[in-house]
């Protein structure tokens, strides 16, 4: 490969696409919401954008994706998955390729990070949370980026268990239910949603059960001998770099 | 995102992986193979590396990876479909982030691609085809980024018709199964293959038949109104690149 002078003027940055589930009410079903920043300088000054920043260096693309997420948000996934390299030409003022990272968090982890960011003094005064359905101006191509990890959440929750990213260790089918209605869009019949789900082989009942103002509700785990085909062989070397 | 200076040093390259179909004699089972190219200078002097090269700052990543496979093996695939952006710190000496295209084609395609290059004058002698299960010693991470397309070639081909992708625009049954049997490096049962394609729904029979030495064998083309879940809603603006 030889250089030719002409790539100097291209710049890496990383950008993470975090979404969780919101409810307004108990009664109300859950939105996907992700956080975004305000941004305090031009370009789109003003405009929200994805948490991220530039790649420095010495790091990994992952480890970069991770640390500008921390940093202005105070979200520490267990992993993030690489979305996609977006770099059309005209995406920015200045030639900036951005590397896409993506990750589910249950609600409840990101209220513990949250909470747990505040505690420590930050006061993320540029970060607010949004519906996905329902988003404010975006800089750049930001809003086609949402709109493309929209649709990969989609098509994968046909052929992974990705929608167990929303929820923690255990869960109801309702709380199932609800996190697969939210990804595609649309009301799904309890009674067969739960026949498929029983069928798949996915989830162990425990005997546990949780209760509240509703009848109580058995609540599931998955079954973790059933693979995932999510990370693969990238695994290890993506997120262990030195 | 502030300029810290120390993404300076960062600089973006291109890279496809093409692979397609190659049986020795009528008689054996095709094997997947692509095309390499030696590297004529250092890092790695000597070594085999995929086609690519430097992103130029005028240039679209797709129409990059384009470009460089042709300059390099004279293909043109019809699309490029982007697999990853490979970005570990000690992959390269000099910190690098190749994002990695990829490109299934039909063995007929190649050969007709590579004879017009041959025709046009070009005598690509660094450039050798290799089964993929027998690399040579390839420079960078490069077996890594072959060993992550062909984990994720069988991971889709069961819930899209990539296999698609190594065919002509009609084929038999025979060929097909072949496609599959080469991606899954497994045998199937023909019986039971044909039953499952056929209850498939995404093959429509035509009325032309394949005749040589074997008893004659119905030619298939894919159903295009079984959508393709593959590119979704990148496909219009990452092609498209001013």
Do not use: C
Request: aromatic share 8%; charged share 25%.
């Amino acid at each position: 490969m030889t250089k030719t002078g002409n790539e100097d003027s291209i710049r890496v940055a990383v950008s993470a696409v975090t979404l969780t589930l919101r409810r307004e009410s108990e009664e109300e079903s859950p939105h996907i919401v992700l956080p975004l920043v305000r941004r305090t300088r031009e370009p789109h000054l003003g405009d929200w954008a994805l948490p991220g920043g530039w790649l420095d260096a010495q790091e990994g693309l992952e480890e970069a994706a991770s640390r500008t997420l921390a940093e202005t948000t105070g979200l520490a996934p267990s992993y993030l998955e690489q979305l996609y390299a977006f770099g059309a030409v005209d995406r920015s003022p200045t030639r900036t390729i951005s590397v896409v990272y993506w990750a589910l968090l249950p609600s409840d982890a990101v209220d513990r990070q949250i909470a747990a960011y505040r505690a420590a003094g930050h006061a993320p005064e540029n970060v607010q949370w949004f519906e996905v359905a329902d988003l404010p101006p975006l800089a750049f191509d930001h809003a086609q980026i949402i709109h493309y990890a929209l649709w990969r959440l989609r098509n994968k929750v046909g052929y992974s268990r990705v929608a167990h990213g929303f929820l923690p260790p255990e869960f109801t089918l309702a709380e199932l239910r609800d996190a697969y209605e939210a990804i595609l869009q649309r009301r799904l019949d309890p009674a067969n949603f739960r026949r498929q789900v029983e069928a798949s082989g996915t989830l162990i009942p425990t005997d546990r059960f949780r209760t509240g103002s509703h009848r109580p509700a058995r609540l599931y785990r998955y079954n973790t001998d059933v693979e995932l085909a999510d990370r693969g062989p990238l695994a290890p070397e993506e997120t262990r770099t030195p």
